[in-house]
């Protein structure tokens, strides 16, 4: 998921942390390297994050379809016993999966300098 070397660091932290029993053993070098790696770990999840964004894309844009759909049926009244909320929802996840979807086609449409 990380990376090999990428998660090899955050063993390697973990092994020196549980080593020497308190960070403050390592002094000014332990938050150093916190920082490092914390910093390579969050960086590397952000981008796995925006791969798949921008592979979903097209599925983000099928299910908001679906779901401004349905609500739409739902507020004609083609589906019996629906209240106002549902239908609200619906347009919610219509919403924040239109705007997942465009997200995923900007990342995909992103040009790296």
């Not at 589906?79 to 996840?93: A, C, E, K, Q």
């Amino acid at each position: 998921m990380f990376g090999g070397q990428r998660l090899g660091c955050f063993l390697e932290l973990h092994r020196k942390v549980s080593m020497h029993n308190c960070a403050q053993s390592l002094g000014n070098q332990y938050h150093i390297y916190c920082r490092r790696v914390c910093a390579r770990l969050i960086r590397s999840i952000i981008t796995a994050m925006q791969r798949w964004l921008s592979r979903l894309s097209g599925s983000f844009f099928i299910v908001a379809f679906l779901l401004m759909y349905e609500g739409w049926r739902a507020m004609r009244g083609e589906r019996p016993s629906i209240g106002s909320g549902h239908i609200t929802l619906y347009f919610i996840g219509a919403l924040f999966s239109m705007v997942l979807g465009m997200m995923g086609v900007r990342q995909r449409h992103r040009h790296e300098d």
